[in-house]
């Protein structure tokens, strides 16, 4: 296979488009040149149309991954600015949070996420983690049934 980079070669290639906001997105002009839409990260208030938040994959999250994770934490924060200017209620600071799990085997994960606030013009990381290399099977398990947890609590976060 042949790309602007290099030349590789392989029994199995997997070519993945360049990604960018949804089409509903780049539609309504959300987007900026990057193909994303920028967001306050204080609010998750659109940079581009001040009555629209973005989250998600849409949008320009600064340090936080691109995750189902993090999208539901930017949702929460949406939600609260949204219900703060409805009912002129408090609007806590922007905070953030992720984490993703990846099954090695069965019952047997790894994880790496991170917590993150607003600064500096975008969603930072404020600390960060990653499973560790020997880590003990005890240890790996906990991480697996962390992300079963984990499934089920967004799952009925999500679709109650």
Same mark, same amino acid.
Not at 3 to 19: E, H, M, R, S, Y
Not at 34 to 58: H, L, Q, W
Not at 121 to 127: F, R, V
């Given at each position: ?69 993090? =999208?539901?934490?930017?949702? @929460? /924060? !949406? *939600? ?6 409805? &009912? +002129? ?27 993150? =606030?607003?600064?500096?013009? @975008? /969603? !930072? *990381? ?6 560790? &290399? +020997? ?26």
């Amino acid at each position: 296979m042949t790309t602007d980079l290099d030349t590789f070669k392989g029994a199995l290639v997997n070519v993945i488009p360049k990604q960018r906001a949804g089409e509903i997105a780049t539609a309504a002009g959300l987007t900026d040149a990057s193909g994303f839409c920028p967001i306050d990260p204080a609010s998750m208030r659109s940079k581009v149309d001040a009555s629209v938040y973005v989250v998600g994959d849409a949008c320009i999250a600064g340090d936080m991954p691109k995750s189902a994770f993090s =999208a539901n934490s930017q949702a @929460k /924060i !949406a *939600a609260m600015q949204i219900r703060g200017e409805l &009912t +002129g209620s408090k609007v806590f600071p922007a905070r953030y949070s992720n984490t993703c799990w990846s099954l090695i085997e069965a019952e047997d994960g790894v994880k790496v996420g991170g917590q993150y =606030a607003a600064g500096d013009g @975008k /969603i !930072a *990381a404020t600390s960060t983690f990653v499973s560790q &290399t +020997g880590e003990d099977l005890s240890v790996r398990r906990g991480n697996y049934q962390e992300s079963l947890g984990w499934y089920a609590g967004i799952a009925a976060d999500i679709f109650g």
